[in-house]
């Protein structure tokens, strides 16, 4: 598994830093994205990116450093954690559209990249190259955010028109690519035995999961399910996932204290 440090950190972060006021030890941090392939001068490297980025904020306590969430990486991190635990359930849908063209001058690939980005989380896809489209009402404005005024965009909500069809809008999203990636969440997990986990290798295993599931939320529009095909495998992932998580973090309990101490001795007196 190819893990991105700074992927590994906002996992990490959003699973005990988002909900938890007690600071939390760097070396607790480096020792755990280690035991996840993530070597030590690269974790440090991207808390220091993270601290003058100002995502989180760093104390010191005689020789030992602790980081808290800064009120901006708290936001970022609580948008990250209702799409990834929203999980996904039949919703009323009442078959309208948003549907947003924008137009970003040629000389300006990276903020075509960023308005791609930001519309693909909030659960948009492009349709041929064109204009990008999305079931239920969403509000572009602050999707896009202060760029806008740049890109010209230009929004419609409502029902497609005949010969356009749920079915043509909906095949603009890579639905097929995104069920494969869930199975293959499922096959994994499914052979994770936690009551066979030390407290230490439950607490790291969870943060694995959540970067898994991380990963998947933010590629699954969360479509309405009229919109999803039959066995749609999401469902029964979301539920896997939620049951794991539950159990690994009952497991992981005795650690926990150690951990955001940075008491390395106590989390290897677990190993």
Same mark, same amino acid.
């Given at each position: ?7 590994? %950190? ?31 001068? /690269? ?17 010191? $306590?005689?020789?030992?450093? %602790?980081?808290?969430?800064?009120? !901006? ?25 948003? +549907? ?23 659960? +948009? ?40 069809? $749920? ?5 603009? +999203?890579?639905? /097929? ?64 996932? !939620?049951?794991?998580?539950? $159990? ?10 150690? %951990? ?12």
């Amino acid at each position: 598994m190819t893990v991105h440090p700074q992927s590994l %950190f906002f996992a990490l972060a959003g699973l005990h830093m988002l909900d938890d006021p007690r600071p939390l030890s760097g070396a607790s941090i480096v020792f755990v994205m280690g035991r996840l392939g993530v070597g030590e001068s /690269a974790a440090r490297s991207v808390l220091q990116r993270m601290a003058a980025k100002n995502f989180i904020v760093r104390h010191k $306590e005689g020789r030992k450093t %602790f980081y808290t969430l800064s009120d !901006r990486g708290r936001a970022i991190l609580r948008e990250g954690q209702e799409k990834m635990f929203a999980g996904w359930q039949p919703q009323d849908w009442d078959g309208r559209w948003t +549907f947003v063209r924008i137009r970003v001058p040629e000389a300006k690939r990276t903020l075509r990249h960023q308005m791609a980005s930001r519309l693909s989380w909030a659960g +948009f896809a492009q349709v041929d190259g064109g204009p990008w489209v999305a079931p239920g009402p969403h509000d572009v404005a602050t999707i896009l955010g202060p760029e806008q005024s740049v890109i010209s965009p230009i929004v419609v909500y409502g029902e497609p028109q005949p010969p356009t069809s $749920e079915e043509m809008l909906a095949g603009a +999203f890579d639905l /097929a690519e995104l069920a494969a990636d869930y199975e293959s969440f499922g096959e994994k997990w499914r052979a994770v035995d936690p009551d066979s986990l030390s407290p230490v290798d439950a607490l790291v295993k969870r943060v694995e999961l959540h970067l898994d599931w991380l990963a998947l939320a933010r590629t699954d529009p969360q479509l309405p399910a009229t919109l999803l095909p039959k066995g749609w495998p999401g469902a029964a992932q979301s539920i896997s996932f !939620r049951e794991l998580d539950a $159990e690994l973090g009952t497991r992981e309990v005795h650690a926990v204290s150690g %951990f955001f101490a940075g008491d390395l001795n106590e989390l290897y007196s677990f190993l």
